[in-house]
């Protein structure tokens, strides 16, 4: 079992910035891949980034790409989501997500460990 504690949500207006943490805890080895899906209400769970533990490599989905950034501590097993220039549209739930490969697919049955999620508001 992993078990994923987000925390960093709040309300911004928009062209604000906020920043989201993941701490990763259990069976952190079984994974490779750490990232970020966002849920805004009454639409389906988004892809919103990925980061592998073991090369860096990160993947961004093309709504966020040059606005938010994800990064890895990989000593504090913590993942990081940095949001910069947000739009009204990036109001959703943000959810950390792990899996266990550095895949090319990333459909939400894709991750197999969630976190409880976390409230990000963007006024305008």
């Known amino acids: 079992q992993v078990q994923l504690v987000e925390s960093g949500g709040g309300l911004v207006q928009a062209g604000g910035s906020l920043r989201l943490s993941c701490a990763a805890s259990g069976r952190t080895f079984s994974t490779d891949t750490m990232g970020w899906f966002r849920q805004a209400p009454g639409k389906e769970r988004e892809f919103v980034a990925d980061?592998?533990?073991?090369?860096?490599?990160?993947y961004y989905a093309d709504s966020v790409k040059g606005r938010f950034t994800i990064s890895r501590a990989n000593a504090k097993n913590t993942v990081y989501l940095q949001l910069n220039s947000l739009k009204p549209e990036d109001t959703a739930v943000y959810y950390c997500?792990?899996?266990?490969?550095?895949?090319?697919?990333?459909?939400?049955?894709?991750?197999?460990?969630w976190g409880q999620g976390t409230q990000v508001t963007v006024s305008s």
């Open positions: 980061i592998s533990w073991s090369s860096g490599n990160t």
């Open positions: 997500v792990t899996r266990e490969d550095w895949g090319l697919i990333r459909r939400p049955r894709d991750y197999r460990y």
